[in-house]
Nanobody, 118 residues
Framework: VQLQASGGGLVQAGGSLRLSCATS????????IGWYRQAPGKQRELVAT???????KNADSVKGRFTISRDSAKNTVYLQMNSLKPEDTAVYYC?????????????WGQGTLVTVSS
């Protein structure tokens, strides 16, 4: 399984970015796929995920600002980030999870840096 994340960069507060995560196979092959982030000195945290059934989950800190979506034809998941804040600065990682016989298996992309300046 290969996950290729892209779209990070430097943006001013209030701006927008769109992250992309291209998978080596169908996104429907995973129980869930989405984004996590890790800021300097902090633990990695969930940002947003979408299940194979289409259900989405968003961290409280990004609700109303970030939207996760999926393009099945392109095997790609997107994270549209609007109204960015300096506290959104982090390395964003694409994650895909498969659950086999109750055991979760996580696959990670290489991460893309998002820097929000004040």
């Amino acid at each position: 399984v290969q996950l290729q994340a892209s779209g990070g960069g430097l943006v001013q507060a209030g701006g927008s970015l769109r992250l992309s995560c291209a998978t080596s196979g169908s996104t429907f092959g995973f129980n869930a796929i989405g984004w996590y982030r890790q800021a300097p000195g902090k633990q990695r945290e969930l940002v947003a995920t979408v299940s194979s059934g289409g259900s989405t989950k968003n961290a409280d800190s990004v609700k109303g600002r970030f939207t996760i979506s999926r393009d099945s034809a392109k095997n790609t998941v997107y994270l549209q980030m609007n109204s960015l804040k300096p506290e959104d600065t982090a390395v964003y990682y694409c994650n895909a999870r498969s659950v086999v016989l109750g055991v979760p298996y996580d696959f990670w992309g290489q991460g893309t840096l998002v820097t929000v300046s004040s």
